[in-house]
Structure formats: C-alpha cells, structure tokens
Nanobody, 122 residues
Framework: QVHLVESGGGLVQPGGSLNLSCAAS????????VAWFRQAKGKTPEFLAA????????IYADFVKDRFTISRDYLKNTAYLQMNTLKPEDTALYYC???????????????WGQGTQVTVSS
C-alpha cells in the first residue's frame, strides 16, 4: 500500500512562489509515475504535471508549462512541484497521486494523498 503525504501549501501573494512536496512510502516498482492534480472549490480536478520515478520523464498540462516544474528525488521517494508567478486562480487543493503510467488521466492513478491547500491572495 502506497501512502502519500503532501506538504508546502499555504497563503501566498499573487506573483509569489511555492514548492510543494509529496512524500511517498510503501512504493514498489509497480508504481511508475507520480502526478500533481488540483481541485478548486466547485470545479473538477485538473491535471498539472507528472513524472516517472526512475527516469524523470515528464508531462505537463499546457496551462502550467511556463510556471510550474515537477521533479522527484528517487532515493528519497519524494516528488516536488515548484510553482512560480502564482495567480489567484491557482487557489485550490493540490494533490499528488501515484500510478502505473505516465498519463494525464486521474483514473490511471491508484494512490492519492490528502492534499495541501494553496491560497493565492493579496
């Protein structure tokens, strides 16, 4: 059983930055990739980015390519999401998820964390 814990969220002013972390325990070689999603109040979950644990291959949603960067530390079983130039519309609950494929679809990810809240406001 894979257990994921997100951290690093909080309140930040527009234009600011945050670096989210996702610590994974219980991983095996069957868990191939880790992704970040977010869900704002009243909206459906959005895919942001994903990365393979071993090789570090990445995919991004087009709307975050220039502002967000996903990375991972394979030995520490930790993934990160560096978010720059944050906007009020980035306010959401941010989740990491672990799965068997490097894809954008939430249904392909088997394990999910509880989420960390990001609020962008002046």
């Amino acid at each position: 059983q894979v257990h994921l814990v997100e951290s690093g969220g909080g309140l930040v002013q527009p234009g600011g930055s945050l670096n989210l972390s996702c610590a994974a325990s219980g991983r095996t070689d069957s868990t191939y990739a880790v992704a970040w999603f977010r869900q704002a109040k009243g909206k459906t979950p959005e895919f942001l980015a994903a990365i393979t644990w071993r090789l570090g291959d990445t995919i991004y949603a087009d709307f975050v390519k220039d502002r967000f960067t996903i990375s991972r530390d394979y030995l520490k079983n930790t993934a990160y999401l560096q978010m720059n130039t944050l906007k009020p519309e980035d306010t959401a609950l941010y989740y990491c998820a672990d799965g068997r494929r490097l894809v954008r679809y939430s249904t392909e990810y088997d394990y999910w964390g509880q989420g960390t809240q990001v609020t962008v406001s002046s």
